[in-house]
């Protein structure tokens, strides 16, 4: 009888630490999706043609910075893509529609990462005193079809509207042509509505300290840090 009784226990117990763990797996497996679907999605936009140099020694801190801070970091590089074909007298169905009619290319695709994007670092090479071509490229059909929003009076509905955009750009030797670049991806952030949250100039004799600014201000951002107001 006894016996009988404390078999019974057992399996209960067993049962019962079964559905426990069964229940625990569940929950973690809840808890992380849950963190993970609301964790700051940070894309690094880049046309940067090389595989090697600063620009990837920077993107390394970049997702350092973001990793530590909680946000998801992704890289997108546009370098390939094709440029603007600058329809009709100058407009096409990214006035109208805001979308581009040669989208397939592999632009719509992008541009669906940014629209998904909560905040992001522009990261080019300076070439010529400005953005590296293919980043160019992007940027021209994209300012297109977000700037336009707001001569409708839906500025919000910029991928770009109120989001947080850090600006690094890396030039060589001469140093030449660093203000003009930053300047340039300013002007654009101004056009789409993004926010920018910062400009960091890299060069071969100042990243070991420049890194670190570029670390701190990618985690500084994940964390959620709002550009204008004091710490
Ligand atoms: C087509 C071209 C144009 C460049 N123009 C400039 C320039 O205007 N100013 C400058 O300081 N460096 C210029 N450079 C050098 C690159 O900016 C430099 O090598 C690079 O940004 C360093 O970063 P990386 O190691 O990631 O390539 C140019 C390089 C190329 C290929």
Same mark, same amino acid.
């Given at each position: 009888? *006894?016996? =009988? ?5 057992? !399996?209960?117990? !067993? ?9 625990? /797996? ?19 936009? =880049?046309? $940067? ?13 970049? /997702?350092?910075? +973001? ?7 992704? =890289? ?77 009076? !839906? ?8 989001? %947080? ?10 140093? $030449?042509?660093?203000?003009? +670049?930053?300047? %340039? ?6 056009? =789409? ?15 070991? *300290?420049? !890194?670190? &600014?570029? *670390? &701190? ?15």
């Amino acid at each position: 009888m *006894y016996y =009988t009784i404390y078999i019974y226990w057992i !399996k209960f117990v !067993k049962f019962f630490l079964r559905f426990f763990i069964f229940l625990e /797996i569940l929950w973690i497996d809840k808890f992380q999706a849950m963190i993970h679907d609301h964790a700051m999605k940070y894309l690094i936009i =880049t046309g $940067n043609p090389k595989k090697d140099g600063l620009c990837h020694l920077e993107e390394e801190e970049l /997702i350092k910075g +973001c990793k530590d801070g909680g946000a998801d970091a992704e =890289t997108l590089n546009v370098g390939k893509l094709g440029r603007c074909h600058v329809c009709g007298d100058g407009w096409g169905s990214c006035r109208t529609e805001h979308r581009c009619s040669f989208g397939g290319d592999g632009f719509d695709e992008a541009r669906e990462k940014v629209k998904q994007a909560d905040a992001f670092c522009f990261i080019t090479p300076v070439y010529w005193g400005e953005m590296a071509e293919g980043l160019k490229s992007f940027f021209d059909r994209l300012r297109r079809c977000e700037a336009t929003w707001q001569f409708e009076g !839906k500025a919000a509905e910029s991928a770009f509207g109120g989001k %947080q955009v850090l600006l690094v750009a890396s030039p060589g030797g001469s140093g $030449n042509g660093l203000l003009s +670049c930053l300047e %340039q991806m300013d002007r654009f952030c101004r056009h =789409t509505g993004a926010q920018i949250f910062d400009y960091i100039g890299v060069n071969r004799w100042n990243h070991d *300290y420049k !890194k670190k &600014a570029i *670390y &701190a201000a990618a985690r500084a951002m994940a964390e959620g840090r709002e550009a204008g107001k004091s710490i």
